[in-house]
């Protein structure tokens, strides 16, 4: 019985087919030498086996595309190391191009596509758009990605000192105009007095001064009361403009009103456009549920709607055993560290009460029996009282005063001291004007 021919392995001596192509076991190209083999090698030489030599290993090679592929139990014993590449980072612009790209071309063979004509001239616009994405838009952001604060230095370089709309102060300080005011008004029982006002395009004392507009209001202030003021400048100071629009503070000197027994300067800035003048601006002091003040900025304004009025009627009344005198009335928009609620003011009456009698004489609590009444309102005193509890036997000069809060809008008052037992049987009404 024949055995089929072969061929030996040039590299390692393994014995194969001769249909066979790499060698079963070290997987060398058998089709690199026409040796065939036989299973008896012996007999093909008179019974000698022929000496081998062993040979060198082929170089590797690289084969092109054409051959066919090699299998996988004949892969190569050596392998050439080949540095792994790094993945190259991808625009997410560009591949949102790419896609969009991609979807344009393919959209003639989604199922139901009929071809209609278009129009060039949008077509080519939308041409034209996409050239410019993809050759401005891609390289900006590829900049941008690579240097974030680019557009920032670039700003930067477009705003110099010389440009009005500059976020960059100056080094030195620019003109200022000043005008002189010098009107008084009382808030929250602080007297305050508008020195001037002043206007630049920034002020370089103040760290939140705007570039391109600044209004500067130098106060007085004086706050001669027994409280402290308890008020900030960021909520009750506005300048108000031509148009009726309201400006807040940037920043001030001192942020709120002075404590008791003060008298201090202090500044208040604004932002305000150049091109606004300062006598066009109107000082606005007071929140939006208090009685505000409006001075405008002209330095004779008529500020006697906000000024404090007092009048000395010196009207005896005989109370409870007492004789009391109203010696005088005053309406204000502040009490001591206080501004009145919107549409409303401060009546402080001041009385003096004398004891004729032997016996010691309760003067008690003014809310039990004392009212103002003005129109169709008849209020209570706010508990802002400084009257002694008692009037001593054959005593006078107590004195003291009594708060209430009324109506703006008139002048009419009536004081109504009322029949309520232990005090008095009859009702005692004054009446006053102020």
Same mark, same amino acid.
């Not at 596509?113 to 993809?134: A, D, E, F, K, T």
């Not at 891609?138 to 440009?163: D, R």
């Given at each position: ?375 169709? #309102?008849? *209020? &209570?005193? +706010?508990?802002?009282?400084?009257? !002694?509890?008692?009037? %001593? @036997?054959? /005593? #006078?000069? *107590? &004195?003291? +005063?009594?708060?209430?809060?009324? !109506?703006?809008?008139? %002048? @009419?008052? /009536? ?17 006053? /004007?102020?």
């Amino acid at each position: 019985m024949s055995q089929q021919a072969g061929r030996t392995c040039p590299v390692c001596g393994t014995s194969a087919p001769l249909e066979q192509r790499f060698c079963s076991n070290c997987g060398a190209d058998l089709s690199l030498t026409g040796q065939a083999s036989s299973p008896n090698p012996a007999s093909q030489y008179g019974g000698n086996t022929p000496q081998t030599y062993p040979s060198a290993q082929p170089p590797a090679q690289t084969y092109p595309s054409a051959q066919p592929p090699v299998p996988s139990y004949a892969q190569a014993p050596y392998t050439q190391y080949q540095q792994p590449q790094q993945p190259q980072k991808s625009s997410p612009l560009a591949e949102a191009f790419g896609a969009l790209g991609l979807l344009f071309l393919l959209r003639r063979y989604r199922p139901g596509y009929r071809p209609r004509r278009q129009n060039s001239g949008c077509c080519g616009c939308l041409v034209m758009l996409v050239i410019l994405l993809i050759v401005v838009g891609i390289p900006g952001y590829l900049a941008y990605k690579n240097n974030p604060n680019l557009l920032h230095s670039l700003q930067n370089q477009t705003n110099t000192p010389g440009n009005a709309s500059s976020s960059v102060p100056p080094t030195k300080q620019p003109p200022i105009t000043t005008a002189s005011i010098n009107q008084t008004v009382a808030y929250a029982g602080v007297d305050t007095t508008i020195v001037s006002a002043q206007q630049s395009t920034t002020f370089l004392d103040d760290s939140s001064s705007a570039t391109n507009g600044m209004i500067r209001i130098n106060l007085k202030e004086a706050n001669n009361g027994s409280q402290n003021a308890s008020y900030f400048y960021s909520d009750v100071a506005h300048l108000v403009l031509p148009d009726k629009s309201s400006v807040n503070l940037t920043n001030g000197q001192q942020a709120y009103g002075p404590n008791s027994n003060i008298v201090r300067s202090n500044w208040l800035d604004f932002a305000v456009p150049t091109n606004i003048k300062i006598n066009q601006l109107t000082l606005r002091l007071g929140g939006s549920q208090e009685a505000q003040i409006n001075i405008p900025l002209t330095g004779n304004a008529n500020l006697s709607a906000y000024q404090t009025k007092t009048i000395h009627p010196n009207t005896p009344i005989s109370y409870d055993n007492l004789n009391w005198t109203l010696k005088s009335a005053t309406k204000s928009l502040s009490i001591n560290g206080k501004q009145a609620a919107t549409g409303m003011c401060y009546i402080i009456l001041t009385f003096n009460v004398d004891n004729s009698t032997t016996n010691n004489v309760a003067i008690g609590l003014t809310n039990d029996y004392m009212r103002l009444k003005l129109g169709s #309102t008849t *209020n &209570s005193d +706010t508990g802002n009282t400084t009257l !002694p509890l008692y009037a %001593n @036997a054959n /005593t #006078t000069g *107590n &004195s003291g +005063t009594v708060t209430f809060m009324m !109506p703006s809008s008139g %002048n @009419a008052f /009536t004081l109504e001291m009322l029949a309520v037992d232990g005090y008095s049987s009859a009702q005692v009404n004054t009446n006053f /004007t102020l």
